[in-house]
């Protein structure tokens, strides 16, 4: 019989011995296991069937958180105060006054801002805008009829106006502001100076605004004139000519108190040719606004914790302009209400009014004594009965303060 030698030192011996491993241990996983039994056919999609292809998801847009403040008439932050966008959950103030819409780029809200005691007041907010958005809220009358706080114009659909900023070299300008002032519509121009902005159909003028730079005293912005647009599609994109921006003026000054002090954190506003801005002051009561256009200019400050201040008429010419604001303290100060046969008038209502905008309203008592907040230069509206008749004011006494009246 013949005898088989095993020799370990062949490369074949190897193959055989690790062949026989793997098989081994797939028989003992079961992968070699015989199961008895038809296999399951794998069903074809019928030839009709669709291709379904998974979709890119549509890009997010980031929002952005833009701040409000809502005060009282005579600066005071009101806490608590309601804001209902159209369409949306409402907030409330906090304990400064101040709160914060959500908004995407490009939008545009009407937001309806409710306290008690005052009159409901309705404040156009667009994501764009370069504007404090500032609610101020006066005190609410008993004569005060329906149309008071009543809602704004909506803004309807609106196209999506697309166009560049050039300068004056032709070269596009980045991070400036395209708008409609009137209808409180703005957008900011991106690094190669495009813009995107929501516009209404029908006639506007659009203009082009950059704020110039606060730690820049050369800067002093930039300004494009009113470009006149008629807009005739309720819808899609619209290509619009390019704009141009040049040189502009700019005011700056310090807001300061009765005594003297600076101010800090009030607001400002300056309106000129269509335009209408609001800033803040620094810590120091200084503030700064560029990127006017030339020609009469009306700058206002806003109340600012019980003290108001005129405002002023300014014309302007291209340059930097200085002013300076005062504030005077409007504390609640008696004034008694007569008969012009000398006969004090009881309760009747004084409502106390500086610069156009109602401060304070105070019922007199038995005597015609009524503590309303007022200042120099303020005017009065004074009303009698329970119809809350008008009674004329026939004239003012300063010293001891009182207001002659005419009866209805």
Request: proline share 11%; net charge neutral.
């Amino acid at each position: 019989m013949a005898v088989m030698h095993w020799h370990w030192n062949r490369p074949s011996s190897w193959v055989v011995v690790w062949t026989g491993v793997v098989v081994a241990a797939f028989a003992w996983r079961g992968d070699l296991a015989v199961r008895s039994g038809p296999r399951a056919p794998v069903a074809a999609p019928p030839a009709s069937a669709p291709v379904v292809r998974a979709k890119a998801p549509a890009p997010v847009l980031a929002r952005r958180s833009v701040p409000v403040r809502v005060l009282d008439t005579l600066g005071h932050a009101l806490v608590g105060a309601e804001l209902a966008a159209v369409g949306g959950a409402p907030s409330h103030s906090d304990g400064a006054g101040r709160a914060a819409l959500s908004l995407a780029p490009g939008e545009v809200v009407d937001v309806r801002v409710t306290a008690p005691g005052r009159v409901p007041t309705w404040l156009r907010v667009a994501e764009g805008s370069p504007d404090l958005a500032v609610a101020c809220l006066p005190p609410i009358a008993p004569w005060d009829g329906p149309e008071v706080g009543a809602p704004p114009a909506p803004i309807g659909p609106t196209v999506r106006g697309e166009g560049l900023v050039r300068d004056e070299r032709g070269e596009p300008v980045a991070d400036v502001f395209v708008g409609v002032p009137a209808l409180g519509l703005w957008a900011r121009t991106d690094a190669l100076g495009r813009y995107a902005l929501p516009l209404v159909g029908g006639e506007c003028a659009l203009v082009v605004h950059a704020p110039g730079r606060v730690d820049d005293p050369a800067d002093r912005g930039g300004f494009g004139a009113p470009s006149p647009l008629r807009i005739d599609r309720a819808r899609g994109a619209l290509p619009l000519a390019d704009l141009t921006i040049g040189p502009a003026g700019a005011v700056r000054g310090i807001v300061r108190r009765a005594d003297g002090q600076p101010a800090a954190d009030a607001l400002v506003a300056v309106v000129c040719d269509g335009l209408r801005r609001v800033v803040a002051t620094d810590a120091g009561g200084a503030f700064f606004i560029g990127g006017l256009p030339p020609g009469p200019c009306r700058i206002a400050p806003y109340a600012w914790r019980g003290a108001v201040g005129a405002a002023r008429e300014l014309r302007l010419d291209g340059r930097a302009v200085d002013v300076d604001l005062t504030l005077a303290a409007a504390e609640p100060a008696r004034v008694r209400v007569l008969a012009e046969d000398g006969t004090p008038v009881a309760g009747a209502f004084v409502a106390a009014d500086h610069d156009g905008v109602r401060r304070g309203i105070v019922q007199a008592d038995a005597d015609g004594y009524a503590a309303v907040p007022w200042v120099a230069g303020a005017t009065f509206d004074v009303r009698v009965g329970a119809a809350h008749a008008p009674a004329p004011v026939r004239r003012f006494q300063p010293e001891p303060a009182a207001l002659v009246v005419g009866m209805p």
